[in-house]
């Protein structure tokens, strides 16, 4: 009796269990059955959802990027020419000054009292010059009539020689009395910034006192190195016209353009860098001398280039490509990637009218079905009419 009793519970307990496992799996392999892929097939992957970009054509610069530093093409220590004392200062300090414009006045009462003894002299020699000419004149009327030896007509002509040629040292004296007269006042000699004055009236300067600076500003150069590697390249956009130069200080200034001019002749070896100078028209005073800048070079140009996102290139063992999305499904496309600036590149490959995929490539493959964001899925409004009908049955 016992025995029948266990036999019966054992019978009980795995009709269960079967039963269990039929409405846990049998109806979700039925369930899965109709609501497989396109066509109703089962396991059939959804399309993934892309967002696309076509690419965009235009000119794109080669760049190449360097810290530089601020340099003026010319400064001026001033110095003065003697030893004298400051009778009276001009400028001040940070002043714009023009080419020739007064700058320093010296105590010139010396040089002048020797300016005006030298031209005494020269009034003295012209004064002797022209009694000896009248001598000279009226001896040769003389010697004509036979009342002078020609002897004496030789020796005025002599005298008048040595006049001549004193006369001449006198006229020299006198410039140079002149030229160390001019050494008391101190012109610009050219137009730039005045720096920081050293001396003031009535101190006493020899020709070893710095007065003060005189810096050209406008125009302006940067000097700054590049390496070796795009010499090839800086040197072929120099043949073919101004290679233009970009220099920023950083911050919200805004960046100057200039023009490179100074290629230097020899490669540093032991840095493996070349060093160039960049001018730019400074009138608005946005670059310093010794300022600190970042120069970006546009060594070539790539006209008409087909520019991508750079965040839709894929780079793996099978290389650089990019995914594009033709007729529902993703394609993948070779490239090369010729030049990238910022968010971009310029690329080879493509023909600029496909539609690149930027987003959701990370889930795609070679043929594999997409739906581009914001389109509505044919497949789910074909679920939800089969759905109704269901119901309405």
């Known amino acids: 009796m016992k025995k029948n009793t266990l036999a019966i519970i054992v019978i009980v307990v795995a009709a269960g269990a079967g039963g269990a496992w039929y409405m846990n799996h049998g109806a979700s392999s039925e369930g899965q059955s109709g609501q497989g892929g396109p066509g109703g097939k089962g396991g059939a992957m959804p399309p993934t959802t892309v967002n696309v970009v076509t690419p965009q054509r235009q000119d794109v610069g080669v760049d190449v990027a360097a810290n530089g530093t601020v340099t003026p093409q010319r400064t001026v220590d001033l110095r003065p020419q003697t030893t004298s004392t400051i009778r009276e200062v001009h400028i001040k300090e940070g002043q714009f000054v023009k080419a020739g414009q007064l700058m320093f006045s010296l105590d010139d009462r010396s040089d002048r009292a020797s300016v005006a003894q030298a031209e005494a002299e020269v009034a003295r020699g012209r004064a002797n010059l022209a009694d000896l000419e009248r001598q000279y004149k009226r001896s040769q009327d003389l010697v004509a009539q036979k009342f002078l030896a020609q002897s004496a007509v030789d020796t005025l002509k002599s005298q008048v020689d040595a006049a001549r040629a004193a006369l001449a040292a006198s006229s020299a004296a006198a410039r140079a009395s002149q030229v160390n007269a001019s050494y008391t006042t101190i012109r610009a000699p050219m137009a730039g910034r005045v720096g920081a004055i050293n001396v003031y009236p009535g101190s006493l300067v020899q020709p070893a006192t710095s007065l003060t600076t005189v810096t050209q500003l406008d125009p302006i150069d940067v000097a700054f190195t590049l390496p070796e590697s795009s010499l090839g390249s800086l040197l072929a956009a120099q043949k ?137 899925p044919q497949q789910g409004a074909q679920g939800a009419t089969a759905a109704g009908k269901d119901k309405a049955a």
Not at 305 to 333: D, K, S
């Open 240 to 376: 073919q016209g101004a290679v233009t130069v970009e220099a920023s200080t950083g911050g919200d200034a805004k960046p100057v353009s200039g023009k490179l001019s100074f290629v230097d002749n020899t490669v540093d070896p032991t840095s493996g860098t070349i060093r160039v100078k960049a001018q730019f028209g400074n009138s608005e005073g946005l670059l310093w001398p010794g300022q600190y800048v970042n120069t970006r070079v546009t060594v070539r140009t790539i006209r008409d280039a087909v520019v991508i996102p750079q965040n839709a290139i894929i780079i793996n063992a099978q290389g650089t490509f990019v995914y594009v999305a033709e007729n529902g499904a993703a394609r993948m496309v070779p490239i090369t990637r010729q030049h990238a600036f910022g968010l971009n590149a310029a690329v080879t490959g493509l023909n600029g009218n496909e539609q690149v995929i930027t987003e959701g490539k990370q889930n795609l493959r070679p043929g594999g079905k997409v739906r581009l964001a914001g389109a509505k």
